[in-house]
């Protein structure tokens, strides 16, 4: 923990973004432009599930959708989850989380102003 934020890791991206406290996995990866897989937002639709090392307060979820063996073999939902620690996450089939990043964007911006 550092000044009330933990870390989240993501893997294979390999990037660290921080989140607030009492702040879901979801909402601190948006605000760092990192386009973490979801739907409903409310822990009904199981879209947002990942993969996730380190203790996390699952808050609200169907148990359709992220049953307890889940939750004991590390996924959690991360519309709702909300880290206790600094953690590592993945995505559920392993791929890379699409990244959005603000240096990407004003560099997309220079490159369309010189080609003018």
């Given amino acids: 923990m550092q000044n009330g934020k933990f870390k989240i890791h993501l893997l294979p ?43 996390v307060e699952f808050g609200r979820v169907s148990k359709v959708m992220l049953t307890d063996e889940e939750k004991e073999n590390g996924f959690c939902l991360s519309c ?16 890379p989380a699409r990244v959005v990043r603000y240096d990407e964007f004003y560099s997309f911006l220079f490159k369309t102003r010189t080609n003018l």
Wanted: a positive charge; proline letters at 3%; hydrophobic letters at 35%.
């Fill in 80 to 95: 709702r989850a909300i880290p206790l620690e600094d953690i590592q996450i993945s995505l559920v089939d392993g791929s």
């Fill in 13 to 55: 991206n390999n990037i660290t973004f921080l989140c607030r406290e009492n702040e879901t996995i979801l909402d601190a990866a948006l605000r760092a432009g990192i386009e973490l897989p979801h739907g409903c937002t409310k822990g009904g639709c199981g879209v947002c599930k990942i993969k996730v090392k380190g203790k």
